[in-house]
């Protein structure tokens, strides 16, 4: 144990069922230290800090900190220890409060209602989020829910933050706000493990950097020893950023037949007179940033999200008007969401692949007579995690247990079991790592070869510019700006969507 170390973890293993996600790893946290944690989704990475946070328990190995031994039983025991985790997937009470939230744990704080609100407010503006401490977790989207992840854990005062993925849901602004957040905690000697697949944040921010792949060890060494390329091929033993985002020259698909047309589309403040058209054999890329109204517009389209009765606009699909009560209208006629959140939306997580795969078979079949068949569910879940490489023991494994990535192909292959005409995917690569990145956008690629008519909702710049064949700009709830790929920047993008 060095003098500055605060946590090191010796030779530590991990099995699930008997099968090792952490392989004998060794991993040392220094006072005062950011230290980014890198590798492919199914390395291990959120299996050692989860450790560490007393989430779950080790199989072998040791736990130091501040030289003594130490094991966890759960999250509050850690966190009396001074170690603290924000979660990728929020681990928020939906029915309460963002200040209730906040002060979990204070109940004395409960019975003076006034002020808790006000040291809620105060301690959020504090950190420059923008969050309404009265709104009730549950109204909130993405991005503010993990705000409020990430507040709750300052606010502990934690000696140790492990950051899992944080940045995922937040715009450009909200991140230049966070990243300074860090570099004040790090002022205070706080010890920061920051996960991210975003590879320029990681070495951006972080004084180190230690690179998991298979659940073992590969790299630790001071942030100056790596670039991005040297990261990505520690993380998948090969090259491969070369072509990821690459602006090579490709092939624009030409547009087929008109599957979709939005016209004047609205719903309350969200949705405004929004207008555009989808054709088959494409794939329509369309950028946004956080409020602009773009997912709203998706869900409408799903049959998720209702619009205005009346002045709400139309939509047409495949030459007909179709207003739908229900996602499941949509997906009889052809019209599948991939969600941007998958934990609240996208599985059945206590389930196992097998069964969230053949769900989606059942919410495409209107015969309530089908009969579920076991040999067929198996068959089925086999075919999708051989077909979108999947990485689990077999289709029994809980989608729980699965690394955010792999959970992620999990939800596309239960839309895709659907057979649909048209298919949206709302951040498809959110939390996602460089290696299932490329997977992911080959499947994508794919389905606009092979003649469907594709959305793909992203956050992204590189990720719009490198997949889309046309390119639509949506901005205070409507389509504003309409791009071709080899005319488009990624600086002409974002001043149509903030101008």
């Known amino acids: ?63 130091l900190m501040g030289g003594r031994e130490v094991s966890f039983s759960s999250p509050a025991a850690a966190l009396a220890n001074g170690v603290a985790m924000v979660f990728q997937e929020t681990s928020l009470v939906p029915s309460m409060s963002v200040a209730q939230n906040l002060y979990l744990g204070d109940e004395k704080l409960f019975n003076r209602l006034r002020g808790l609100y006000i040291a809620a407010q105060q301690f959020l503006q504090s950190l420059n989020f923008n969050v309404d401490p ?10 503010k829910r993990q705000m409020v992840e990430i507040a709750r854990a300052v606010r502990h005062e934690a000696k140790v933050i492990i950051f899992d993925e944080p940045t995922a849901s937040l715009t450009p602004e909200e991140k230049h706000h966070f990243f300074g957040l860090i570099q004040r905690l790090k002022r205070r000697n706080v010890s920061i493990i920051f996960i991210s697949h975003a590879l320029e944040e990681a070495l951006a921010v972080a004084d180190r950097i230690t690179i998991l792949r298979d659940g073992e060890l590969v790299a630790t060494d001071r942030t100056s020893k790596f670039n991005r390329e040297s990261i990505i091929q520690a993380m998948v033993g090969r090259q491969l950023s070369g072509e990821l985002y690459s602006r090579k020259e490709r092939k624009i698909r030409k547009a087929g037949a008109k ?7 609205s719903m309350g403040a969200m949705v405004r007179n929004n207008s555009f058209s989808v054709y088959r054999g494409q794939i329509t890329g369309v950028f946004g940033l956080i409020g602009s109204g773009r997912t709203e517009t998706a869900k ?36 599948v969401y991939v969600t941007e959140d998958r934990k609240v939306e996208g599985f059945f997580e206590t389930q196992t692949i097998a069964e969230n795969i053949f ?63 048209l298919i949206i995917f709302d951040e498809p690569t959110r939390g996602v790592d460089v290696g299932a990145i490329a997977e992911i956008h080959q499947v994508i690629n794919e389905l606009a070869d092979d003649g469907l008519a594709v959305m793909v909702i992203s956050s992204y710049l590189p990720e719009i510019l490198n997949l889309s064949d046309r390119i639509l700009v949506s901005r205070l709830g409507r389509i504003v700006e309409e791009f071709s790929p080899k005319q488009a920047t990624e600086a002409k993008i974002m001043y149509a969507a903030v101008h």
């Open 134 to 143: 009265w709104a009730t977790v549950s109204s909130l989207g993405a991005a």
């Open 1 to 63: 144990m060095t003098v500055d170390s605060l946590i090191q973890m010796l030779q530590v293993t991990k099995e699930y069922r008997g099968v090792p996600v952490l392989k004998r790893v060794d991993f040392t946290l220094m006072k005062g230290e950011v230290h980014a944690l890198l590798g492919e989704n199914g390395a291990g990475k959120s299996t050692l800090t989860k450790i560490m946070a007393g989430v779950t328990e080790r199989t072998s190995g040791k736990m």
């Open 359 to 421: 769900m989606g078979v059942l919410g495409a079949n209107i015969d309530k007579s089908v009969i579920v068949g076991v040999s067929q569910m198996k068959a089925l879940a086999d075919q999708w995690i051989r077909g979108l490489s999947i990485r689990a023991t077999d289709g029994n494994a809980r989608v729980i247990e699965l690394s955010g990535g792999n959970q992620q192909k999990v939800v596309i292959a239960s839309s895709l079991v659907q057979r649909p005409r």
């Open 259 to 265: 599957i979709l047309s939005v016209q004047n589309l």
């Open 300 to 335: 409408i389209i799903a049959g998720i999200y209702k619009r205005n009765y009346f002045y709400g606009g139309e939509v047409w699909f495949e030459g007909s008007p179709v207003r739908y009560r229900v996602p499941r209208l949509a997906v009889r006629d052809g019209i």
